[in-house]
């Protein structure tokens, strides 16, 4: 994931700018290496998505309108005709190499297509408005699980910690064992159902429509406290877990006894040698998890009705909603390929013994 | 030989006083296990003069670094000292509360690890490791130092260890194992201590840094009056850098004495072979070991812990814990052998 690179030197003046050498220079920089491998990702990953579908032999198009046919019992004169309409209409009709290059153009401009099932919204205003949902939740969640669940595990694996820490946070961790859908229905039945504390579903209330104003962001944080709260129990106990693990492994590292030989103060010891060092896989595992949340929670934001990416992809696919589910598959590879390449950006940054650059 | 040392050594330039610096008296650590209870170290006693180079040699699993880590209270669970005291100038570190003996160490009580390895925060700057110590260790109407004041010191500390005032800067991965003990040097000796536990500090070193690295050491123990204590299995190194020498031996000091007489005319028999074991220049021979193992610590035999493989045993060494022995001006042993010619 990471290199050693060596930065070209300021090419001397004296001898002449030499365009090639500043060519590799560039290429050679690390921050540009990953880049261009970033790419490669996205495109590698975006040719698969192009040729799985067109392997199978079908033809959306016919298909969609056969199943309305048969849906309306309409007569299927003329249906030859509506697909071939219809294939002109989605550049079908073309050789694949041209659908190919389009699909790249297309690409590149982050055009994702039209939703054949929301005819004619495009897929990009169908993603981007979910998105939204998604990533205010699931990012909120997936930051506050990580740093509550991190503090958890770092105090858990200390083992100077006050004894009775862990009759509070054990308990709590085995949450982490309950399925998150599970966990959101029993909150639903509970808070929602039962008490009425908190709205039953949606994001926002039903019949109002999204607007800046408090009233507004109000009613969307009880809408997400549920769906919130469910995610949140089943993560914190993940990050908690691994970083309790860490934290105990590191307690055998020669300068975790070194650092208590120089009498240092246990604050000290605990949070600039002990938190910092097992901090380093927690962030990698982060930076991967963060990549995933675009693909939104499939379940959880069934359950609740959540507007979110999860849910826009389950009606995409009950829906046979091709362009949606590609336009769905094309963010989570963004997402993915992007989460890695800010972390390999990023971690250098963390630790000192990863170093780009400079020779 | 200078008659002013309070003890014998050949050593040159050796300021040995006549002040009891470490005074170690029944010392045990003993590990509560399913198994039973492993007596890692077992009721040491030795004293060590300001100024005095002590070295404390044994096989692996014999203890050594069990006492070392045990004078400095550092001893983890299921471990802990048992029975015995710790003074150093008279005062009882075993007694000291927790806080207390956290700003004893490094200030009074100095470990200097194995740098080559592991023992440095591998994400933190060499100049910042070596100065949390110092602010760790400020007294209540000290204020913080500024940030030029502790640079200064880095700058010294560094150099007095013979490294560039540049490496303050520098990763401890960007190190070579020498430049890393000698950092750990510097982080020891940064307050002065009195005591200095040098734990195998040249083991996975080349034999040409060995000898700066003991050098340096050897000097910088001089330069603050200190004593040490040099735990290792490396008997040519021993030899050349102790004044004294102490022999563990499952979990027991078996014999103390001067380096020179203990090297010329060892009484225990562990130490016998021990010594014989070492390769000789004047003469070819085949390497000579020491049959058998060490006993296991959870189970020792009811007499002498050697009394298995020693060439010299006899029917009471199965039967009876040997006790130390004085058998001349400090040098004890702890064999049967010696009864008759102890000094009480």
């Known amino acids: 994931m990471t290199e050693q690179t060596q930065a070209v030197e300021n090419s001397s003046p004296s001898s002449g700018p030499s365009i090639i050498r500043i060519i590799t220079g560039i290429f050679g920089h690390f921050l540009v290496k990953r880049f261009l491998f970033f790419l490669f990702v996205v495109w590698l990953a975006s040719t698969v998505i192009f040729i799985i579908p067109r392997l199978s032999g079908q033809d959306p198009v016919k298909e969609k309108l056969l199943l309305e046919a048969q849906r309306g019992g309409a007569m299927q004169t003329g249906l030859d005709a509506m697909a071939k309409h219809y294939q002109k209409r989605f ?211 069934r359950v609740f009705s959540y507007p979110g990416i999860g849910d826009i992809l389950f009606q995409a696919i009950r829906l046979s909603d091709f362009f949606v589910i590609r336009g769905i598959v094309i963010v989570i590879i963004l997402g993915i390929a992007g989460a890695t390449f800010l972390l390999d950006v990023l971690y250098p940054l963390l630790d000192p013994r990863i170093k780009v650059g400079k020779s | 030989m200078s008659t002013e040392q309070a003890i014998e050594t050949y050593r040159e330039g050796a300021r040995i006083s006549d002040v009891d610096a470490l005074v170690v008296d029944g010392l045990s650590v003993y590990y509560e296990t399913e198994g039973g209870t492993v007596k890692a170290c077992d009721d040491v006693t030795f004293t060590l003069k300001q100024g005095e180079r002590f070295a404390l040699v044994g096989e692996s699993g014999s203890g050594k670094t069990t006492l070392a880590m045990a004078l400095m209270r550092l001893t983890r669970p299921p471990g802990h000292i048992a029975k015995g005291s710790v003074l150093l100038y008279g005062h ?49 109407d000290q204020s913080t130092p500024g940030k030029e004041e502790l640079d200064d010191t880095v700058r010294d500390l560094l150099t007095r260890v013979g490294l560039r005032p540049g490496v303050a800067r520098l990763y401890p991965h960007e190190l070579s194992g020498g430049m890393k003990q000698r ?131 006899f029917d009471r060494c199965s039967v009876d814990i040997p006790e130390k022995l004085n058998i001349g001006s400090r040098r004890d042993v702890a064999c049967h052998l010696y009864e008759g010619e102890a000094q009480s």
């Open chain 1, 91 to 301: 550049g079908l009709d073309q050789p694949i190499w041209i659908q190919y290059s389009n699909f790249l153009n297309d690409l590149a401009h982050l055009n994702l297509g039209v939703s054949i099932a929301f005819f004619p919204r495009t897929v990009n205003d169908i993603v981007f408005e979910s998105l939204i949902w998604t990533l205010g939740l699931m990012g909120t969640v997936t930051l506050l699980a990580f740093v509550l669940g991190t503090l958890a595990g770092a105090i858990l694996g200390w083992p100077r910690r006050p004894g009775w820490i862990q009759y509070v946070f054990m308990p709590l961790l085995t949450l982490a064992a309950i399925p998150q859908y599970l966990l959101a229905m029993i909150l639903i039945f509970i808070f929602a159902f039962k008490l009425g504390w908190l709205p039953l579903f949606g994001g926002y209330a039903a019949g109002t429509l999204p607007e800046l104003s408090f009233a507004f962001f109000i009613d969307v944080i009880k809408h997400a406290i549920l769906p919130a709260f469910a995610i949140l129990f089943s993560v914190v106990g993940f990050w908690a877990i691994g970083m309790r693990g860490m934290m105990i492994n590191m307690q055998g590292e020669d300068y975790m006894i070194q650092a208590d030989a120089k009498g240092l103060k246990g604050s000290r010891i605990f949070m600039r040698y002990a938190v910092r060092n097992a901090l380093l896989p927690q962030v990698t595992g982060l930076a991967l998890v963060l990549g995933t949340i675009v693909t939104g929670q499939v379940l959880v934001e």
């Open chain 2, 92 to 140: 009882d570190l075993t007694k000291l509360t927790d806080d207390e003996m956290r700003k004893a160490r490094l200030s009074e009580i100095a470990l200097v690890p194995q740098g080559a390895m592991n023992s440095l925060n591998p994400i933190m700057r060499i100049g910042k490791q070596v100065v949390d110590g110092l602010l760790d260790h400020l007294t209540d």
């Open chain 2, 183 to 313: 950092v750990a040097m510097a982080i020891g000796i940064s307050l002065q201590p009195k005591l200095i536990i040098a734990d195998e500090p040249t083991s996975a070193l080349d034999v040409v840094v060995q000898r700066q690295i003991m050098q340096t050491l050897g000097r910088l123990q001089e330069g603050l009056d200190a004593s040490i204590m040099l735990v290792g299995h490396d008997m040519g190194l021993v030899a050349q850098f102790a004044d004294t020498i102490g022999v563990m031996y499952a979990g027991k000091l078996v014999e103390v004495g001067p380096v020179e007489e203990v090297f010329s005319d060892p009484k225990h028999p562990y130490t016998k072979l021990l010594i014989g074991s070492l390769p000789s220049l004047q003469e070819k021979r085949e390497f000579l070991g020491i049959p058998g193992l060490p006993p296991e610590l959870v189970a020792l035999p009811p007499g002498c812990a050697f009394a298995d493989r020693c060439p010299s045993s």
